[in-house]
Protein backbone atom coordinates (compact mmCIF):
# COMPACT_ATOMS: atom_id res chain seq x y z
CA UNK A 1 0.00 0.00 0.00
CA UNK A 2 1.25 3.33 -1.10
CA UNK A 3 0.53 5.44 2.22
CA UNK A 4 1.42 9.17 2.05
CA UNK A 5 2.42 10.93 5.24
CA UNK A 6 1.17 14.68 5.08
CA UNK A 7 2.23 17.42 7.42
CA UNK A 8 2.35 21.12 7.50
CA UNK A 9 5.97 22.56 7.46
CA UNK A 10 6.78 24.55 11.09
CA UNK A 11 7.03 27.76 11.31
CA UNK A 12 9.68 29.62 13.76
CA UNK A 13 8.42 32.29 15.36
CA UNK A 14 10.60 34.89 17.04
CA UNK A 15 9.81 34.57 21.10
CA UNK A 16 8.53 38.15 21.10
CA UNK A 17 5.47 37.12 18.72
CA UNK A 18 5.08 33.78 20.04
CA UNK A 19 1.75 33.41 21.56
CA UNK A 20 2.98 32.92 24.59
CA UNK A 21 4.57 36.13 25.46
CA UNK A 22 1.85 38.04 23.85
CA UNK A 23 -0.53 36.77 25.97
CA UNK A 24 0.93 36.53 29.18
CA UNK A 25 3.43 39.27 30.23
CA UNK A 26 4.98 37.61 32.15
CA UNK A 27 6.32 35.14 30.13
CA UNK A 28 9.67 35.44 28.99
CA UNK A 29 10.54 33.42 26.17
CA UNK A 30 14.93 32.21 25.56
CA UNK A 31 16.09 33.46 22.22
CA UNK A 32 16.48 30.01 21.23
CA UNK A 33 13.05 29.09 21.87
CA UNK A 34 12.00 26.35 20.01
CA UNK A 35 7.76 25.32 20.36
CA UNK A 36 7.80 21.85 20.72
CA UNK A 37 4.24 21.86 19.71
CA UNK A 38 4.52 23.14 16.32
CA UNK A 39 8.24 21.49 15.66
CA UNK A 40 7.32 18.35 17.44
CA UNK A 41 5.51 17.32 13.94
CA UNK A 42 9.15 16.72 12.31
CA UNK A 43 10.68 14.09 15.01
CA UNK A 44 6.52 12.62 14.91
CA UNK A 45 6.42 12.00 11.03
CA UNK A 46 9.50 10.75 11.29
CA UNK A 47 8.63 7.89 13.98
CA UNK A 48 5.42 7.13 12.36
CA UNK A 49 7.27 6.57 8.63
CA UNK A 50 9.33 4.24 9.89
CA UNK A 51 6.42 1.77 11.55
CA UNK A 52 4.65 2.09 8.05
CA UNK A 53 7.80 1.15 6.57
CA UNK A 54 8.37 -1.69 8.88
CA UNK A 55 4.71 -2.88 8.08
CA UNK A 56 5.50 -3.05 5.29
CA UNK A 57 4.16 -0.13 3.47
CA UNK A 58 5.79 2.19 0.95
CA UNK A 59 5.51 5.98 2.76
CA UNK A 60 5.86 8.97 0.86
CA UNK A 61 6.45 11.89 3.11
CA UNK A 62 5.13 15.37 1.81
CA UNK A 63 5.02 18.94 3.88
CA UNK A 64 1.97 21.21 2.36
CA UNK A 65 4.47 23.92 3.18
CA UNK A 66 1.54 26.48 2.60
CA UNK A 67 1.31 25.77 -1.28
CA UNK A 68 -2.27 24.50 -1.67
CA UNK A 69 -0.96 23.46 -5.80
CA UNK A 70 1.91 21.80 -5.09
CA UNK A 71 -0.40 19.15 -2.08
CA UNK A 72 -2.61 18.78 -5.52
CA UNK A 73 -0.35 18.09 -7.92
CA UNK A 74 1.62 15.37 -4.90
CA UNK A 75 -1.94 13.67 -4.55
CA UNK A 76 -2.33 13.96 -8.71
CA UNK A 77 1.24 12.44 -9.27
CA UNK A 78 1.88 10.08 -6.58
CA UNK A 79 -2.18 8.38 -6.11
CA UNK A 80 -1.64 7.60 -2.80
CA UNK A 81 -3.57 4.44 -1.18
CA UNK A 82 -4.20 6.31 2.36
CA UNK A 83 -3.07 9.66 3.55
CA UNK A 84 -1.68 9.54 6.96
CA UNK A 85 -2.23 12.95 7.95
CA UNK A 86 -0.56 15.42 10.48
CA UNK A 87 -1.49 18.59 8.78
CA UNK A 88 -3.12 21.02 11.00
CA UNK A 89 -2.88 24.16 9.55
CA UNK A 90 -2.19 25.83 6.37
CA UNK A 91 -1.06 29.26 5.29
CA UNK A 92 -0.15 29.74 8.98
CA UNK A 93 -3.53 29.29 9.67
CA UNK A 94 -5.12 26.66 12.22
CA UNK A 95 -8.49 27.24 10.92
CA UNK A 96 -7.94 25.98 7.56
CA UNK A 97 -7.21 22.87 8.32
CA UNK A 98 -10.35 21.44 7.28
CA UNK A 99 -9.54 22.09 3.52
CA UNK A 100 -7.28 19.92 3.84
CA UNK A 101 -9.16 17.42 4.81
CA UNK A 102 -11.91 18.78 2.04
CA UNK A 103 -8.87 18.25 -0.41
CA UNK A 104 -8.84 14.53 0.38
CA UNK A 105 -12.24 14.14 0.06
CA UNK A 106 -12.34 15.46 -2.85
CA UNK A 107 -9.99 13.31 -4.29
CA UNK A 108 -11.51 10.51 -2.56
CA UNK A 109 -8.60 9.68 -0.68
CA UNK A 110 -9.05 8.17 2.64
CA UNK A 111 -7.15 9.68 5.23
CA UNK A 112 -6.75 9.29 9.28
CA UNK A 113 -8.24 11.87 12.02
CA UNK A 114 -11.45 13.94 11.37
CA UNK A 115 -13.98 14.88 8.40
CA UNK A 116 -13.31 18.13 7.41
CA UNK A 117 -17.01 19.31 8.46
CA UNK A 118 -16.04 17.80 11.86
CA UNK A 119 -12.81 19.56 12.16
CA UNK A 120 -14.88 22.69 10.37
CA UNK A 121 -17.22 22.86 13.33
CA UNK A 122 -14.88 22.22 15.82
CA UNK A 123 -12.87 24.92 15.16
CA UNK A 124 -15.31 27.54 15.25
CA UNK A 125 -16.15 27.46 19.06
CA UNK A 126 -19.33 29.24 18.83
CA UNK A 127 -20.53 27.02 16.61
CA UNK A 128 -19.61 23.97 18.21
CA UNK A 129 -21.03 25.85 21.47
CA UNK A 130 -24.33 26.47 19.91
CA UNK A 131 -24.43 22.33 18.44
CA UNK A 132 -24.22 21.31 21.66
CA UNK A 133 -26.58 23.37 23.54
CA UNK A 134 -29.41 22.71 20.85
CA UNK A 135 -29.15 19.17 21.71
CA UNK A 136 -29.27 19.67 25.57
CA UNK A 137 -25.54 18.75 25.92
CA UNK A 138 -23.91 20.76 28.72
CA UNK A 139 -21.29 22.88 28.42
CA UNK A 140 -19.95 25.99 30.03
CA UNK A 141 -21.90 29.67 29.10
CA UNK A 142 -19.34 31.56 26.36
CA UNK A 143 -19.10 34.74 24.85
CA UNK A 144 -18.21 35.50 21.21
CA UNK A 145 -16.10 38.40 21.12
Known sequence: ????????????TEPE???????RAEVELEK???DASEFGV?????????????????????????????LITFLDIEKPDLVFNLCEAVLGKASLEMAIAGIYELYDVPYTGSQAIALGI???????????????IPTPAFVIV
Open 122 to 136: SLNKGLAKAILKAND
Open 42 to 70: LEESEVIADAIRQDGHEVLVFSVDDDIHR
Open 17 to 23: DHWLSRS
Open 32 to 34: DFR
Open 1 to 12: MRIALIYNEPKH
